[in-house]
């Protein structure tokens, strides 16, 4: 299995980002496009929580965004694991994996409550994702919603992700 590292994005690799995302969405069946730009504004509204990049080699071939949800009712601690993106000529070598694998890690490092990801249930769940049916996310199929809490943390309703998600 191919060796990755993971380390947190720098300013001299928002291009790269930028570019890998755009190559990794291009023609994935439920993209509108528009993943780039969802990255780009939550590092300008300064909630890019973790911004994490897999490198192989010394090339970027990756990159993981984290930032804050809320659920109604609860306290703060909850984050989106989104978008993710792997480069074409590197996607099935384990470089997603790792940067989930990673990003949880940190997350629950931090003291965080929990993570949300709107995503393939079969991949997701062997991160311990899963559909709840008390956790939603409106327009969203139900099974592709899928909560992962951290401890004893509790969450339900239906999800808020941050505004950059969905621009006027």
């Not at 909850?78 to 990003?103: E, F, K, N, R, T």
């Given at each position: ?123 997701y769940g062997r ?42």
């Amino acid at each position: 299995m191919p060796r990755f590292s993971i380390r947190p994005e720098t300013a001299a690799d928002v291009d790269a980002i930028d570019r890998i995302t755009r190559a990794a969405f291009q023609h994935h069946p439920h993209s509108d496009q528009t993943e780039h730009l969802i990255i780009a504004r939550l590092r300008a509204a300064g909630v890019l929580t973790l911004s994490l990049v897999a490198e192989q080699n010394g090339q970027m071939i990756g990159h993981a965004a984290f930032s804050p949800v809320t659920f109604p009712g609860t306290s703060a601690g909850w984050y989106g694991l989104g978008p993710i993106a792997v480069a074409p000529h590197s996607q099935g070598q384990g470089a997603g994996a790792a940067l989930v694998q990673h990003g949880l890690e940190l997350l629950r490092a931090r003291g965080a409550a929990g993570c949300v990801v709107l995503g393939e249930p079969a991949y997701y769940g062997r991160f311990g994702f899963s559909h709840r049916a008390d956790c939603v996310f409106a327009g969203a199929p139900a099974p592709y919603f899928q909560v992962l809490a951290f401890g004893n943390s509790q969450a339900s309703g239906e999800v808020a992700y941050h505004a950059a998600f969905a621009p006027d």
